[in-house]
């Protein structure tokens, strides 16, 4: 039985992840913004051996992150939903749009990254880790 159950606006993409997932990352990217439509994107980062497509196959998109590296960011191509993105240098490594879970109500976010281009109507916790960019 998975823990966790998502999907993407229109249905076309279900997945299930088999792990618990407590701590989300808020990353203030420009490419999470633009790509979001928001202000950034909030993710569990989680093995990729838990992670399991159930129903659909995902659009990639590979983009150059300010970070250098390559990162494919997966995204429904019928409804347009971002779901998923993976480091090339990082296949192990899933870091799912926590927006497509289904229940989300065992998460709470513990990191804010890429702080320097938060929107100035972005929230940040005081509470919580803050990086001016990307985590080490
Ligand atoms: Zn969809
Ligand atoms: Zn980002």
């Known amino acids: ?24 990352r808020h990353c203030h990217c420009r490419d ?10 909030v993710v569990a980062v989680i093995p990729r051996d838990k992670f399991k497509l159930e129903k659909g196959t995902p659009k990639r998109y590979a983009a ?13 191509a019928d409804c347009g939903s971002p ?19 289904d229940d989300s109500s065992t998460m709470r976010i513990t990191a804010h990254i890429w702080t320097a281009s938060a929107r100035p109507w972005s929230w940040i916790d005081p509470a919580c880790d803050q990086l001016s960019g990307n985590p080490a």
């Open 83 to 101: 779901i998923y993105s993976q480091r090339e240098t990082a296949p192990e490594r899933m870091v799912v749009r926590a927006g497509t879970f």
């Open 32 to 41: 999470c913004q633009r790509a979001s439509g928001a202000h950034g994107a």
């Open 1 to 24: 039985m998975s823990k966790y159950t998502g999907g993407c606006l229109c249905g076309a993409i279900r997945y299930s992840v088999d792990a618990e997932i407590t701590e989300l």
């Open 64 to 76: 150059k992150a300010d970070s250098g590296r390559t990162l494919y960011r997966f995204f429904c």
